[in-house]
């Protein structure tokens, strides 16, 4: 067994800058929010949480009860691109169950505002960046240690069986194009744009009369993005660009989408200046301060 592996430095290069794109992509949009718009944290801290909850939960046990169904198995489940396109969907359905369980509950006294919704989206995204971000630090910690130790260091210790598994998991991983990370990085980045910008649909739908037919065109939605999503982290396909693009132009489509509502239905909420505009009676006064 050949010992002499390293983990190529592009690939932890272009990994890390995708991390840091998405890390970047969270501070910029909660910076935002929080100054434009006076977004309260909590609802950004239920939409963490219900994901962690709802979402990561009930994947697993969702795919596993269907998994155990008679017949079902071998529909849903006998091909990649079958449990790809089933973990999509039930994916789309229960972080949509998620986004709107974190907008009521932050409305439970009626006086949810725009930002807020918002920030329950940011909430949403940030607890979806956390599971990806995992497997991002844990491919980088590994990567890391391989060339910093070396492999025979990293294998100490561990039984013949763990180490054969250790050594198609590090090979399976050297394999990948490094340029794939990048893509993974800006998906993720992509991802937490639209999640933020969805809940100003579902608030649209529950505030200002914006027609429930758009929760199934964002479900559909979230299912295009999703599936992109799997299709490069379980088929790995060689051409990642393509699936990247494709859920960049769903994201176009959600923000012209969002663009339109609030021009109708939200009259420029998103798009007005009245947050940062303060009184000058605010402001403090120091042309009559005398020495003394």
Known sequence: MDYNITFPQESLNLLNAGGIIMISAIIIIGFILLMRYSAKLMPGFMGMLAYLIVVVVGVELVTYILSVVPGLNMVLFSTSTGYCITRAVIFALLIHLTRWIAIRFSDRNGELELGDALMAGLGTAIGQAIISGMDLIYISTLGTTINSYGMEQLLDGMTAEEIAGMMESVE????????????????CTIDVVFQTAACLLIYAILKKGLPAFWHGILIVLTVILQVASLFGDYLVV????????????????LIIAALRIDTEYLSNELKSFDKLKTSSGKMPKFNNVKNK
């Not at 399976?172 to 893509?183: D, E, G, W």
């Not at 990247?244 to 994201?251: A, R």
């Open 172 to 187: 399976q991983t050297i394999s990948v194009p490094p340029m794939f990370y990048l893509f993974k990085g800006l998906n």
């Open 238 to 253: 060689e051409n990642f660009m393509a699936l990247t693009m494709v859920k960049f132009l769903v994201l176009v489509i």
